[in-house]
């Protein structure tokens, strides 16, 4: 299996314009979770998703951020409009079934100037 | 509180000695225990899992679990300069629909 799969790897854009990342989980996967990460805060959950069903989004900062899971093989996750604090890695991973391990994509380096 | 707390480090051991990395945690009913390692400008891949009190070993990784002392370690016996990396502690608490919180890492360096 080609493991879980992100777009873009880098992205670098100016304050006030939107951002959409991508997110392939494994094959046969049914929960995916986006984190961010940062030095100052660690790995944080953001939002994650059974059967392609939200079910918990309390960890997104706030009204900017929001994300859906069309189908069982795609994911997205949007800023819009980005802030500098918005700089951050963000990954996604999925796993099985909620609760097992997790697997994670390689990230997205997000810059917003 | 934070749920998941490590010593960030940075821990630094010589080649061929036991690297201990700890983790607590504040759930005293959480079930289920991670290790990640992450190196630097990658993402975290899993190493371990335990879900029992007692030691789970794997090659020269072993895991602890304490649950009446509520903290989790790893151990990396024979440490090798490939293991330089920053180790995170995930934990799965109750009432918390099985999502994952995980501490902010313990960067070890191992010195040739």
């Known amino acids: 299996d080609a493991g879980v799969i992100q777009s873009p790897r880098h992205e670098v854009t100016e304050m006030g314009q939107e951002v959409t990342l991508r997110c392939k989980p494994i094959?046969?996967?049914?929960?995916l979770f986006w984190y961010r990460q940062t030095m100052m805060r660690g790995l944080e959950l953001l939002i994650y998703?059974?059967?392609?069903?939200?079910?918990?989004d309390s960890g997104m900062p706030e009204d900017r951020f929001s994300a859906k899971m069309p189908n069982a093989s795609f994911s997205t996750l949007k800023i819009q409009p980005s802030e500098p604090r918005d700089s951050a890695v963000y990954f996604c991973a999925s796993s099985v079934i909620q609760g097992n391990e997790q697997f994670f994509g390689p990230g997205t380096r997000l810059t917003v100037l | 509180q934070k749920e998941v707390e490590q010593n960030s480090g940075p821990l630094s051991v010589p080649e061929g000695a036991i690297a201990s990395l700890n983790c607590t945690y504040s759930?005293?009913?959480?079930?289920?225990f991670f290790w990640y390692r992450q190196y630097s400008g990658k993402s975290p891949e899993l190493i371990m899992f335990?879900?029992?009190?007692g030691d789970k070993e794997d090659g020269r990784f072993t895991a602890q679990l304490n649950k009446a002392s509520q903290y989790v370690s790893l151990l990396i016996r024979d440490s090798q300069p490939s293991d330089s990396a920053t180790y995170l502690c995930a934990v799965i608490p109750t009432n918390t629909g099985n999502q994952f919180y995980f501490g902010t890492g313990t960067s070890l360096t191992v010195i040739p």
């Open positions: 998703f059974n059967n392609n069903v939200p079910i918990d």
């Open positions: 759930d005293r009913g959480s079930q289920s």
């Open positions: 094959s046969g996967h049914n929960s």
């Open positions: 335990i879900y029992s009190n």
